[in-house]
């Protein structure tokens, strides 16, 4: 459950324009990637292509909880530069805030399945989805959201089976914390926690245990960053819901994870698109 979005991402010295994304996006196909049956819950804009829906479907996913509603798609512009920082400019963008109250899933309706991802959203909406849920839940963050309402996101870690946020996200909640302290601190709220470290893998910690350890990421070239971290918490899902150990389910998502980066977009997780427009990024 959450966002799909019409995604322009630039990485070194190259632009791609109309591609596939948003977390829910990324979460379905690493679900999907870890063998789950996947639903999607999201609302799109007129904008949104068609074909992009018929290859999620033709990816087995379903996606009849995909609803159109007046008004464009959420447009995100990605910036991933070589020293590592990822710029997310829409966030600045008001349209792109309107877009989010516009098209919010329908947080009260909960869905018929196993285990609920709550992709990236305001956390008062994750809140609400995580209460109506009949299920395990398992939310992630994004830095933006963390930034706007770190309480609010705390109040939604009591809720979840799993809280999944990336070491941005633990920091911005927690500061001034050593890393493997607001893992601990997360932990004893409720959930289990997955901090996610980009190359360098996850901290996992599972919430009765109090005790921190470390899941390696296997070494891939990192072509685009973009979705690793939802493709990770999807498969991560599946692997709980399959009653595997936190610490197993996280070395089976870190698979998903390195697969994640190794090509643009979401075509590494087998969702390709008519490149529209790809160009130099000077
Ligand atoms: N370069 C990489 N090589 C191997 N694995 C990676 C790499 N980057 C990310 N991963 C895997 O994917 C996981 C999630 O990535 P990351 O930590 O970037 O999440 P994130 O910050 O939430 O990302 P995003 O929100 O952009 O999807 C990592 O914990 C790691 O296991
Ligand atoms: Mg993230």
Redesign the pocket.
């Known amino acids: 459950m959450g966002y799909l979005s019409i995604d322009t991402i630039s990485t070194a010295g190259q632009v791609l324009r109309e591609v596939p994304g948003g977390a829910a996006l990324?979460a379905a196909l690493g679900a999907r990637a870890a063998g789950g049956k996947v639903c999607i819950t999201a609302c799109v804009g007129e904008d949104y292509p068609a074909a992009w829906r018929d290859r999620m479907a033709a990816l087995d996913i379903d996606v009849s909880g995909i609803r159109l509603k007046g008004g464009p798609t959420r447009r995100a512009r990605l910036a991933h530069l070589p020293d590592g920082v990822?710029l997310s400019a829409h966030h600045d963008e008001m349209d792109w805030w309107e877009r989010t109250d516009s098209l919010a899933p329908d947080v009260d309706a909960a869905p018929d399945v196993d285990y609920l991802i709550l992709a990236p959203m305001p956390p008062g909406m994750a809140f609400r989805a995580a209460r109506a849920a009949t299920c395990p839940v398992i939310a992630?963050t994004?830095a933006a959201f963390a930034r706007r309402d770190p309480g609010a996101v705390m109040s939604l870690v009591t809720q979840l089976a799993c809280f999944a946020p990336?070491?941005?996200e633990s920091r911005i909640l927690l500061p001034g914390l050593p890393d493997n302290s607001a893992l601990r601190y997360l932990a004893a709220s409720g959930p289990d926690v997955v901090q996610?470290?980009?190359?360098a893998?996850?901290a996992v910690c599972a919430s009765e245990q109090g005790l921190v350890r470390l899941v390696r990421?296997?070494?891939?070239a990192?072509v685009d960053?973009?979705?690793?971290?939802?493709a990770?918490v999807g498969a991560l899902a599946v692997g709980l819901a399959n009653g595997l150990s936190l610490r197993r389910a996280a070395e089976q998502a870190?698979e998903i994870?390195?697969r994640?980066?190794t090509d643009h977009g979401p075509a590494a997780l087998g969702l390709t698109w008519h490149r529209a427009s790809c160009g130099s990024a000077s």
Do not use: C, F, Q
């Not at 990421?217 to 891939?220: G, K, L, R, S």
């Open positions: 990324y990822r992630d994004s990336s070491l941005e996610k470290r980009g190359a893998g996850m990421a296997p070494a891939v990192e960053p973009t979705g690793a971290g939802d990770t870190a994870g390195a994640t980066v």
